[in-house]
C-alpha cells in the first residue's frame, strides 16, 4: 500500500471542505491530510483489539469464565446501534471535538459543554489505561522490560511490583507519543495506518494459529469452565465479565474527531467509524474464541491471571510465541498514539470556545506542523499524572479500565439522548433528513429506523453505564478493604463535574456564556453548499 492511500496533501484554501467549515464559523487551520485509511486507522487503532483483548482477557475471564465470551456480541450489538447513530451525526457536522459539538449543537451550550468535559477526562484517562497494557506483554517477552524489582519480579499486572512498572513502562510510551503528535498529523497518521496494518495481519495470524493449536471443542463457551465456585446467581458474574468488552469497543468516534483534518469528511468519516467498529467486532471475537479454545487449561488459574500471552506463549512456543507479542506491543503503542489524538482534538475544539482554562494557548495550532501542540502536551501530561496518582495501587489496572471506558459512555450518552429527543421532534414536524456529502451522493442516513435505532442504543448505553460504575470490589478494590477505592467510579465522577462547574461558572463570569445559534431541526441536514449556523 503506498504512502498517498494513507495520506493526502492539504486541499488549498477554496476547497469544499474549507467552505463547508467555514459554515460552521471556523477557518481551516488544521491541516488535511487524512485519507479514507488514515480516517478508518483513527478509529480501529483506538478500538485497538490487540491493545484490549490482551490486556483485559484475564479479568473478563476470571470474572465469568469461558461463556464470558458472549458479553462480545452483546456489548458489540450495543456499540454497532451508537456507531450508527454518530456516523448519521458526522455526516451532518464534520468537526473536531466531535462529542462536544454534537452534543452542543443537539442539547445547548451549557450541555454540550458538560458533555465535552466529561469526554475529555475520559479520554485522559483512556490514555494512561491504554499506556500501561505494555506491561501485559513487554515483560513476557523478555523479562529485562520489568525495570521495578527485576527481572525475577512479579510482572503480573495487579501485582505491587508489576502495577508500579506499568507506571513506569507507561510514562515512557507516553513521552513518545506526544513527540509524535507534536510533529504533526502526517507522522501520526503515517505511523497510525501503518500500524493498523500490522495489527489486523498479527489479528489474523493470531487467530490462525490459535485454532490450528485447539485444545478443545466449540462447545466450550456454553460452559463456565474457570469460574471461581459462588453462591451469587451467574448473571452478576456475566455483567461484571462485560467490562473486558465494553472496555474494547469504544474509541470509533474516534474517526469524528478528526473531520477537520480529513478529506471529503462527511462522506467518509460516516463509513470509516462503522467499518473501523465492525473489524473490531469480528476480529475480536475470533481472537477470543481462539483462545479459549487453545487454552492449555481452563482451570489451573492461569488464564485468570495471565491471561492471553501466557495462551500465545504456551501454544506457540518460545519463538512464535514472543513474535506476535511484538506486534501486540506494536498495535500497544498505536493505540496510545491514536486515543492523546483523539483527546487533544476535543481539547482543541472547547479551548476555541474559549470554554477552558488557558483557551488562548490551547486553541493555537502550529502553522508549521498544522497541530494544536498544546493540547497534545496537556493530554499527555494529564494521563502521565494520572499513572503516577496510581502507583502504589495494584487495583490498577481494572479500577482505570471501568471508570475511563464509563465516562466514555456517559459522554456518549450525552449525545445519543438528545438526538433522540432531536428526532422525534423532526419525525413530529414531518421533517425528512436530507442533503448531500462531497460528491454529491445523498448523506448517511437511518432513515425511518433512526428513531427505534437510537431508543435501542441508550437504553443499551444505560444498562451499561450503571454496569460499568457499579462499586464491584473486584473491579474497584482488588486490596478488598478500601472503602474509597471500592467507590472510586462514583467519587471520582462527582469530583469531575464539582471541577467542570467550578471552571464553567469561571468561563461565563469571565468571557460570557458560550453560545451555539440556535438550530431548526433541519440545519444539520442541509446540503453543504445551503451552509450551517455556526458558533457565536
Same mark, same amino acid.
Given at each position: 500500500?503506498?504512502?498517498?492511500?494513507?495520506?493526502?496533501?492539504?486541499?488549498?484554501?477554496?476547497?469544499?471542505?474549507?467552505?463547508?467549515?467555514?459554515?460552521?464559523?471556523?477557518?481551516?487551520?488544521?491541516?488535511?491530510?487524512?485519507?479514507?485509511?488514515?480516517?478508518?486507522?483513527?478509529?480501529?487503532?483506538?478500538?485497538?483489539?490487540?491493545? &484490549?483483548?490482551?490486556?483485559?482477557?484475564?479479568?473478563?475471564?476470571?470474572? @465469568?469464565?469461558?461463556?464470558?465470551?458472549?458479553?462480545?456480541?452483546? *456489548?458489540?450489538?450495543?456499540?454497532?446501534?451508537?456507531?450508527?447513530?454518530?456516523?448519521?451525526?458526522?455526516?451532518?457536522?464534520?468537526?473536531?471535538?466531535?462529542?462536544?459539538?454534537?452534543?452542543?449543537?443537539?442539547?445547548?451550550?451549557?450541555?454540550?459543554?458538560?458533555?465535552?468535559?466529561?469526554?475529555?477526562?475520559?479520554?485522559? *484517562?483512556?490514555?494512561?489505561?491504554?499506556?500501561?497494557?505494555?506491561?501485559?506483554?513487554?515483560?513476557?517477552?523478555?523479562?529485562?522490560?520489568?525495570? *521495578?524489582?527485576?527481572?525475577?519480579?512479579?510482572?503480573?499486572?495487579?501485582? #505491587?511490583?508489576?502495577?508500579?512498572?506499568?507506571?513506569?513502562?507507561?510514562?515512557? %510510551?507516553?513521552?513518545?507519543?506526544?513527540?509524535?503528535?507534536?510533529? @504533526?498529523?502526517?507522522?501520526?497518521?503515517?505511523?497510525?495506518? !501503518?500500524?493498523?496494518?500490522?495489527?489486523?495481519?498479527?489479528?489474523?495470524?493470531?487467530?490462525?494459529?490459535? %485454532?490450528?493449536?485447539?485444545?478443545? #471443542?466449540?462447545?466450550?463457551?456454553? !460452559? !463456565?469452565?474457570?469460574?471461581?465456585?459462588?453462591?451469587?446467581?451467574?448473571?452478576?458474574?456475566?455483567?461484571?465479565?462485560?467490562?473486558?468488552?465494553?472496555?474494547?469497543?469504544?474509541?470509533?468516534?474516534?474517526?469524528?474527531?478528526?473531520?477537520?483534518?480529513?478529506?471529503?469528511?462527511?462522506? &467518509?468519516?460516516?463509513?470509516?467509524?462503522?467499518?473501523?467498529?465492525?473489524? #473490531?467486532?469480528?476480529?475480536?471475537?475470533?481472537?477470543?474464541?481462539?483462545? %479459549?479454545?487453545?487454552?492449555? /487449561?481452563?482451570?489451573?488459574?492461569?488464564?485468570?491471571?495471565? @491471561?492471553?500471552?501466557?495462551?500465545?506463549?504456551?501454544?506457540?512456543?518460545?519463538?512464535?510465541?514472543?513474535?506476535?507479542?511484538?506486534?501486540?506491543?506494536?498495535?500497544?503503542?498505536?493505540?496510545?498514539?491514536? *486515543?492523546?489524538?483523539?483527546?487533544?482534538?476535543?481539547?482543541?475544539?472547547?479551548?476555541?470556545?474559549?470554554?477552558?482554562?488557558?483557551?488562548?494557548?490551547?486553541?493555537?495550532?502550529?502553522?508549521?506542523?498544522?497541530?494544536?501542540?498544546?493540547?497534545?502536551?496537556?493530554?499527555?501530561?494529564?494521563?502521565?499524572?494520572?499513572?503516577?496518582?496510581?502507583?502504589?495501587? /495494584?487495583?490498577?489496572?481494572?479500577?482505570?479500565?471501568?471508570?475511563?471506558?464509563?465516562?466514555?459512555?456517559?459522554?456518549?450518552?450525552?449525545?445519543?439522548?438528545?438526538?433522540?429527543?432531536?428526532?422525534?421532534?423532526?419525525?413530529?414536524?414531518?421533517?425528512?433528513?436530507?442533503?448531500?456529502?462531497?460528491?454529491?451522493?445523498?448523506?448517511?442516513?437511518?432513515?425511518?429506523?433512526?428513531?427505534?435505532?437510537?431508543?435501542?442504543?441508550?437504553?443499551?448505553?444505560?444498562?451499561?453505564?450503571?454496569?460499568?460504575?457499579?462499586?464491584?470490589?473486584?473491579?474497584?478494590?482488588?486490596?478488598?478493604?478500601?472503602?474509597?477505592?471500592?467507590?472510586?467510579?462514583?467519587?471520582?465522577?462527582?469530583?469531575?463535574?464539582?471541577?467542570?462547574?467550578?471552571?464553567?461558572?469561571?468561563?461565563?463570569?469571565?468571557?460570557?456564556? %458560550?453560545?451555539?445559534?440556535?438550530?431548526?431541526?433541519?440545519?444539520?441536514?442541509?446540503?453543504?453548499?445551503?451552509? #450551517?449556523?455556526?458558533?457565536?
Amino acid at each position: 500500500m503506498s504512502t498517498s492511500a494513507l495520506i493526502t496533501e492539504p486541499s488549498s484554501p477554496a476547497s469544499p471542505e474549507h467552505t463547508d467549515l467555514a459554515h460552521f464559523g471556523y477557518k481551516q487551520e488544521l491541516h488535511r491530510k487524512v485519507g479514507p485509511f488514515g480516517s478508518f486507522a483513527a478509529g480501529f487503532s483506538f478500538v485497538s483489539i490487540l491493545t &484490549t483483548v490482551f490486556q483485559l482477557f484475564f479479568l473478563g475471564f476470571g470474572l @465469568g469464565g469461558a461463556a464470558f465470551f458472549w458479553t462480545w456480541p452483546l *456489548v458489540f450489538a450495543g456499540q454497532l446501534l451508537v456507531a450508527l447513530n454518530f456516523s448519521s451525526l458526522a455526516a451532518r457536522w464534520p468537526i473536531s471535538g466531535a462529542i462536544f459539538q454534537w452534543a452542543g449543537r443537539l442539547a445547548g451550550a451549557t450541555f454540550g459543554w458538560f458533555t465535552g468535559w466529561v469526554m475529555i477526562i475520559g479520554q485522559i *484517562v483512556t490514555v494512561a489505561t491504554a499506556a500501561i497494557a505494555l506491561q501485559v506483554v513487554l515483560p513476557v517477552i523478555w523479562n529485562g522490560f520489568q525495570l *521495578v524489582g527485576g527481572a525475577a519480579a512479579d510482572s503480573s499486572p495487579t501485582s #505491587s511490583t508489576g502495577a508500579a512498572n506499568a507506571v513506569v513502562l507507561g510514562i515512557i %510510551l507516553l513521552a513518545a507519543t506526544t513527540t509524535v503528535n507534536i510533529i @504533526g498529523v502526517r507522522l501520526m497518521s503515517i505511523i497510525n495506518s !501503518t500500524g493498523v496494518v500490522l495489527e489486523i495481519l498479527g489479528v489474523i495470524a493470531i487467530v490462525f494459529a490459535l %485454532l490450528f493449536h485447539a485444545q478443545r #471443542s466449540p462447545a466450550v463457551v456454553a !460452559t !463456565t469452565a474457570g469460574l471461581a465456585p459462588s453462591n451469587s446467581p451467574y448473571i452478576w458474574a456475566f455483567l461484571a465479565s462485560g467490562l473486558m468488552a465494553a472496555y474494547v469497543m469504544v474509541g470509533f468516534d474516534s474517526a469524528g474527531e478528526l473531520s477537520e483534518e480529513t478529506h471529503n469528511p462527511r462522506r &467518509t468519516a460516516p463509513r470509516t467509524i462503522l467499518r473501523a467498529l465492525i473489524v #473490531s467486532g469480528v476480529g475480536g471475537g475470533l481472537l477470543i474464541f481462539a483462545a %479459549l479454545l487453545a487454552a492449555p /487449561s481452563l482451570t489451573d488459574g492461569k488464564l485468570a491471571s495471565q @491471561g492471553l500471552p501466557w495462551v500465545l506463549n504456551a501454544a506457540l512456543g518460545p519463538i512464535a510465541g514472543p513474535i506476535l507479542l511484538v506486534d501486540v506491543a506494536i498495535a500497544i503503542c498505536v493505540c496510545t498514539l491514536a *486515543v492523546q489524538t483523539s483527546g487533544s482534538r476535543m481539547v482543541y475544539s472547547m479551548a476555541r470556545e474559549k470554554s477552558l482554562p488557558f483557551h488562548k494557548v490551547l486553541s493555537k495550532v502550529s502553522p508549521r506542523t498544522g497541530t494544536p501542540i498544546a493540547t497534545s502536551i496537556v493530554v499527555g501530561v494529564g494521563a502521565a499524572l494520572v499513572l503516577l496518582v496510581n502507583i502504589g495501587q /495494584s487495583a490498577l489496572f481494572t479500577a482505570l479500565a471501568s471508570l475511563c471506558i464509563g465516562l466514555l459512555y456517559l459522554a456518549y450518552l450525552g449525545v445519543t439522548v438528545p438526538y433522540l429527543i432531536n428526532r422525534i421532534k423532526e419525525r413530529r414536524a414531518g421533517i425528512v433528513e436530507t442533503g448531500v456529502d462531497e460528491t454529491g451522493k445523498p448523506l448517511f442516513s437511518l432513515g425511518r429506523w433512526g428513531i427505534p435505532i437510537n431508543i435501542l442504543a441508550v437504553i443499551y448505553q444505560g444498562v451499561f453505564v450503571v454496569n460499568l460504575m457499579w462499586p464491584r470490589p473486584e473491579i474497584y478494590d482488588l486490596t478488598g478493604h478500601t472503602w474509597w477505592l471500592q467507590w472510586s467510579a462514583l467519587l471520582f465522577l462527582g469530583v469531575t463535574l464539582l471541577v467542570g462547574y467550578a471552571i464553567h461558572l469561571r468561563n461565563r463570569a469571565r468571557d460570557g456564556a %458560550l453560545v451555539f445559534h440556535a438550530h431548526p431541526p433541519t440545519a444539520h441536514v442541509l446540503a453543504p453548499a445551503a451552509g #450551517s449556523e455556526g458558533i457565536a
